[in-house]
């Protein structure tokens, strides 16, 4: 037994040398990595893999491996694609497989606790026998972690409705070598909340022991549909309307036209696939290619990396296939609120071909295969990967043309759409390419750059790792401060992960400009429904300027935007809701910060509420509503706000505002395009009756969220007080 070995069973008895330990914990699932070792190159390993049991085992053995000076790698179940999760060498790994278990399920608040090493999966299948899910669907849930999940930032295929993990989380348990800290709904009392720093942190600044997950009822009924649009910008159009008709989709995605074609997913299944694809290529290029690219289960080894070799031919033909596309939607929820949303959408598919129910449950029934069909390409001499990347409407379409053309000049590229959101929408590129590194590398240097160029995130949902790390940290310039400020307290010996997100100094230079123009609106992008306004301005000044264009903030503050966001809890709400996009402030030095190039990128942890922290707000980015949309004001009395309200809000609405007076009459403001039907849903099933279309005082309690000013306030906890008092 080595002295390194002897020293961890001390604080964490199950612990290994083995090589075959060493060598599955020296990589998780970077396809770099997969490609190298299809080359011959076994991966370096760590000194040594342990497994702790408890929150207590990881803690003592920061404290130890701090004073040591030993690294110190989490891993979780190891499906990482960036290679955030591999054990160097002199490091110790802490995989967290044996802490897989689900402590905790609060049934009347919808809250289950989990330790990180449990599978997604087998959170769901619990979940399920009690009539719950988190609804977070990543295409990987078979093999990724609870833990893994919060540390990346991770992105479900539910996300439009849901929203992302982080926006799941109402707090965790993590262990740093600076000592254990709690976020969200556990932060103490007057402390900064560090949950948007652990989430996307990767290990790098502690590790994630326990997480407290929302869950909501499974869904009573379910909508899904295909629609034929005939090309990308008429169902980008289509997504758009939808997402800012304030109709709430669990489920959008779209596929490029050549993913439409050669999935065969506009024609008969039983027919063969894109017979017009195989007739073009034979004409073009030959026979061997095509039995190659077609018959993936007939080529022999190495043939694979031959056919990659000319990607840009390949690419121009698959372009000649057609511009049609196929769109994937879906509802979920009650009845009578799905067919509300269908019928207010239904004029803004009008462009597309209605291709049934099947294409949607086909998709369903197969949304995570794909996932595991990658292996048989390394195995024929060439690599695989995907590039998830995001930005706003606006920028979408240029975001796009850029970075497949970075991609297709070194491999076969298509794409989907998917994770869409009223700001925005992500997108998921899919290629391969032949077998080496060095093409790889050239194929991911130019797609990054192209995709900072065109002003997107380099990633949405997979996190940053050794891959995207120079990219990220470009991305996100001088806000990195924020993040080795916390560094420096939270891991002050630097044992965390090293060498993995953001290892270089902070960027210095003197960042953007200050926003010009008198305010309170510096600039108002309509295509986007975002406004970018003084962050100290009156409230009052900001909703006229916006409503002298036909718009309103989606979440109205009841203070200068500043000071309002900086005692936000995101935690606070019943349902996810984004406060705000964008954030520009200035440090004590001079030098400027600027975050928000898309929605919900991954590009490492959320330093935008850090930033408010340490710096003066100059620009605040923020999500808008359209005011001539149709409108409705419910009241309905009778008392019980509380629950009634959490009846209404779990049952799938998702109101403007939900607010209560002084009598306890519950009042309802719905917008959208399908504001008018359910309405109607609520007088004939909860007695609601119609009130004066007015705007509810800022001061009012919107019962959507609690009260901001106490630590741990949140709709949770006000709502389990009421249940009480009610007693």
């Known amino acids: 037994m080595s002295k390194l070995l002897d020293a961890v069973r001390r604080h964490v008895p199950l612990a290994s040398e083995d090589p075959l330990d060493l060598l599955a914990a020296g990589r998780d699932l970077w396809p770099r990595d997969t490609l190298a070792l299809a080359l011959g190159q076994a991966p370096p390993t760590p000194e040594l893999v342990c497994w702790p049991e408890r929150h207590d085992q990881v803690q003592a ?9 030993v690294p110190v ?12 999760a591999v054990g160097r060498p002199g490091s110790v790994v802490v995989d967290l497989k044996r802490m897989r278990h689900i402590v905790d399920l609060d049934q009347d608040q919808h809250v289950v606790t989990a330790e990180p090493g449990l599978l997604g999966q087998h959170l769901e299948d619990w979940l399920k026998d009690r009539g719950l899910a988190t609804r977070h669907s990543p295409s990987s849930i078979w093999c990724s972690s609870v833990g893994g999940w919060a540390a990346a930032r991770s992105a479900g295929q539910f996300s439009s409705l849901y929203g992302k993990f982080e926006d799941m989380v109402l707090g965790m348990r993590v262990a740093t070598p600076g000592g254990t800290r709690t976020t969200g709904v556990h932060t103490p009392r007057g402390e900064e909340d560090l949950g948007p720093l652990f989430m996307g942190s990767e290990g790098t600044l502690g590790i994630i022991t326990s997480v407290d997950i929302r869950v909501v009822p499974i ?3 379910r909508w899904l549909r295909g629609y034929a649009y005939p090309n990308l910008e008429s169902a980008w159009d289509a997504m758009r309307s939808i997402m800012q008709g304030e ?3 669990a489920v959008m995605r779209l596929y490029c036209p050549v993913d439409t074609q050669i999935g065969g997913r506009l024609g008969n299944k039983s ?6 694809l195989v007739s073009s290529l034979l004409s073009r290029v030959g026979s061997r290619m095509v039995t190659a690219i077609e018959g993936l289960d007939a080529i022999r080894h190495r043939e694979l990396s031959t056919a990659l070799v000319a990607p840009r031919l390949l690419n121009r033909v698959a372009d000649g296939l057609g511009q049609e596309v196929m769109l994937i939607l879906g509802w979920e929820g009650e009845r009578p609120l799905i067919e509300a949303q269908v019928q207010a959408a239904l004029p803004m598919l009008s462009q597309g071909r209605d291709l049934g129910a099947e294409a949607g449950e086909h998709w369903y029934d197969h949304r995570h295969a794909v996932s595991y069909k990658l292996a048989p390409i390394f195995e024929r001499g060439g690599f695989a990967d995907t590039m998830e990347v995001a930005t706003t409407w606006s920028r979408l379409p240029g975001l796009y043309q850029a970075v497949r053309e970075a991609l297709g000049r070194h491999t076969v590229v298509m794409a989907h759409f998917s994770h869409a959101y009223p700001e925005g929408c992500s997108i998921y590129f899919s290629f391969a390419g032949s077998g080496e590194l060095e093409r790889y590398d050239a194929t991911w240097t130019d797609a990054l750059e192209a995709a900072r160029r065109a ?3 380099v990633t949405h949902h997979h996190g940053v790792g050794q891959l995207k790390a120079k990219a990220a940290a470009r991305e996100l310039g001088n806000a990195l401060r924020v993040y080795h400020s916390r560094k420096a307290t939270l891991d002050p010996g630097g044992i965390m992960n090293p060498g993995r997100l953001f290892d270089s100094p902070p960027a210095t230079t003197q960042g953007p400009p200050p926003p010009t123009g008198d305010g309170p609106l510096y600039a108002v992008h309509g295509r986007d429904l975002l406004a970018e306004v003084d962050p100290w301005a009156s409230p009052e000044g900001i909703r006229a300027a916006l409503a002298a264009r036909g718009l309103a903030l989606r979440l109205p503050p009841d203070r200068p935007l500043a000071p309002w966001l900086t005692a936000f809890r995101p935690e606070a709400f019943d349902r996810h809701e984004v406060p705000f996009f964008g954030l520009q402030a200035r440090y004590a030095d001079g030098r400027a910060a600027r975050l928000g190039v898309a929605p919900r990128s991954a590009a490492g942890p959320d330093l935008r509420w850090g930033l408010l922290r340490d710096a003066k707000a100059e620009m605040v980015e923020v999500p808008l509503i359209q005011l001539d949309q ?3 004001s419910l009241s309905l009395a009778g008392g019980q706000s509380w629950s009634r309200a959490r009846s209404l809000l779990r049952g799938g609405l998702r109101p403007t505002s939900m607010t209560t007076d002084h009598e306890g009459t519950l009042r309802v403001v719905l917008a959208g395009a399908a504001a008018t039907a359910q309405a109607e849903h609520l007088i004939q099933t909860q007695g609601a009756r119609e009130a004066e279309p007015s705007e509810p005082s800022p001061r009012a309690p919107d019962l959507r969220a609690s009260a901001r000013g106490r630590s741990g306030a949140t709709a949770h906890h006000r709502l389990a007080a009421s249940k009480k008092e009610a007693r």
Do not use: D, Q
Request: hydrophobic share 30%.
């Open 61 to 69: 053995l920061l404290a130890w491996a701090t004073e040591a000076g």
């Open 73 to 84: 790698v989490p891993y979780g179940a190891g499906s990482g694609v960036c290679g955030g």
């Open 219 to 221: 869904a009573g009924h």
């Open 247 to 249: 109709l709430h989709p």
């Open 271 to 276: 027919e063969p696939k894109t017979p017009g």
């Open 455 to 457: 002003g997107g995130t």
């Open 630 to 632: 149709p409108t409705a």
